[in-house]
């Protein structure tokens, strides 16, 4: 009578006659045909011989069976772990969750099993490769596991042989996670170490703008800048620049704005009242101070041809006018330094390559507009972006020269075949592109990070603490993109190719 087993041996439990209590489950077993009831009555003998009887041995055998009769049971996983553990069987605890990990119920259930059978491998049997071959298997199955990459991380850090790839997966932590402080301070101790001071002072750099150096990469970081090149006389080749562009900027749209953007004063004309600005009187010529530190930085872009203006408000800025003009305003001397005059200027330069000032002047469907039919001037039959309309398609042509129309006619061609386009997405691409230059001319990577965060009203910015730093990035996605492109290897590769590393 299965029932008066049970019951008989729950009397015997209670009265601690643990010898009639195991009889009972003996008998039970011997009886019992249902998979999960036998495995019930496994886990209650296993008890009594861990409590009652002081067999561990014993009791973990007996959890394993019932993990046999009953897969995944977390419960019944916890014991039998913790008894391996006591009783020093670490290898066949990693059998056993090996095989719980290939029958798990569901991807989480085996994500978490390998999560433990990395740590293991790591700490207990000191066995490095598998630990790391059963890591890579959950970041095959979810490659945005951050408790794996950072189990991956922490082994390639601790072998000096080991420390590029290292570095790779931190980058990797820091793309899911770039407020992820430890993986900063660990890439400037892996570069520090190695003598690639240029790679370390850039990430000391971030730390400085996050508000988290320590001593040594305060010190560090504040040698750097001492030693920093002042100026560069090099200039980008296009291959350099299209790698200064992010992906989402590297299309047939850019090229469309770089044939028209400097013919559009008569389709978006420049607003020097607005922005307290005299044609006349506040040209700047080319022997000014300021009009010589555009120049500089727009040599690095190649760009020749644009005019310099002194603007009452606003910061740098580009202007629709023919050639482009670069707006300075009056205060960007006095409110910031060099560095960061020079990550406005870098921004303005790539600008000016891309020929991008409409872009501060229109809405959304306006650039879709003036991007759709510009293209139109060579398909008129188009629909892929913007409203479809003749007249402005005939206004764009009479404005724009045969030159900029010539131009125009292999980007139009690019952009029609182009598959999901997403406008706003390119936008904001060019955008970040333009951010990126600015960090590459600064030469600081600190002192550009640090104006991302400054606008053009506040003398000196209220985000000034860590904590307020790190509010600000979770909720920029720009500044935390900058971040990351500030220790690629692009980023590394550019500043080298400009004289502004420390090498």
């Not at 290939?102 to 066995?127: F, H, T, V």
Request: charged content about 25%; proline content about 4%.
């Amino acid at each position: 009578n299965h029932e008066a087993l049970e019951r008989l041996a729950t009397i015997h439990t209670q009265a601690a006659n643990w010898t009639g209590a195991a009889d009972c489950l003996t008998k039970l077993l011997e009886v019992e045909p249902d998979a999960s009831a036998r495995a019930r009555h496994t886990i209650a003998l296993a008890q009594i011989h861990l409590n009652g009887f002081n067999d561990p041995a014993q009791a973990a055998a007996l959890y394993k069976r019932a993990m046999e009769l009953a897969p995944g049971d977390p419960a019944t996983l916890d014991k039998l772990v913790a008894l391996y553990e006591q009783l020093g069987q670490v290898q066949e605890l990693v059998n056993v969750l090996e095989q719980q990990a290939q029958g798990a119920p569901d991807l989480r259930r085996a994500i978490a099993l390998k999560l433990r059978i990395g740590e293991i491998y790591s700490r207990s049997l000191d066995n490095p490769q598998r630990a790391m071959a059963t890591y890579r298997s959950v970041l095959d199955h979810e490659p945005q596991n951050i408790a794996a990459h950072v189990a991956l991380a922490d082994l390639f850090t601790k072998d000096p042989a080991a420390h590029a790839m290292a570095v790779e997966s931190h980058r990797q932590l820091l793309r899911l996670d770039p407020l992820r402080v430890e993986s900063w301070h660990t890439l400037f101790r892996i570069w520090e170490s190695h003598r690639q001071l240029d790679k370390a002072f850039c990430a000391a750099g971030v730390l400085g703008f996050l508000r988290r150096t320590n001593d040594v990469e305060g010190a560090f970081l504040t040698e750097g800048k001492n030693r920093l090149p002042a100026e560069t006389q090099q200039q980008l080749q296009p291959a350099e620049l299209e790698v200064l562009h992010v992906p989402a900027a590297r299309n047939p749209v850019v090229q469309v704005f770089r044939a028209i953007g400097d013919q559009l004063p008569k389709i978006f004309p420049p607003d020097f009242e607005h922005l307290g600005i005299d044609k006349k009187a506040d040209r700047l010529k080319g022997d000014h101070a300021v009009h010589k530190a555009v120049r500089a930085v727009a040599n690095v872009f190649g760009v020749q041809d644009f005019e310099v203006f002194q603007a009452k408000r606003g910061l740098v800025f580009l202007e629709t006018t023919e050639p482009l003009s670069v707006c300075v305003g009056q205060d960007v001397v006095r409110r910031f330094n060099a560095r960061e005059q020079k990550f406005l200027l870098g921004r303005a330069g790539l600008n000016l390559f891309d020929k991008a000032a409409v872009l501060r002047k229109v809405s959304s469907g306006e650039a879709a507009d003036l991007v759709g039919n510009s293209v139109r001037i060579h398909l008129p039959d188009w629909q892929g972006l913007g409203r479809r309309n003749e007249d402005h398609t005939k206004q764009l042509r009479k404005a724009y020269s045969r030159r900029a129309i010539k131009t125009l006619e292999d980007p139009a061609e690019g952009v029609a075949q182009m598959s999901g386009l997403n406008l706003d997405a390119v936008i904001e691409g060019m955008n970040q592109s333009f951010d990126r230059a600015g960090l590459l001319v600064a030469g600081d990577v600190q002192a550009g990070l640090g104006m991302m965060l400054k606008d053009d009203n506040a003398p000196v910015s209220k985000v000034d603490t860590a904590e307020t730093v790190a509010s600000a990035v979770g909720q920029r996605r720009d500044i935390r993109e900058l971040m990351l492109f500030a220790i690629s290897d692009d980023f590394f590769r550019l500043r080298a190719r400009l004289g502004l590393s420390l090498g």
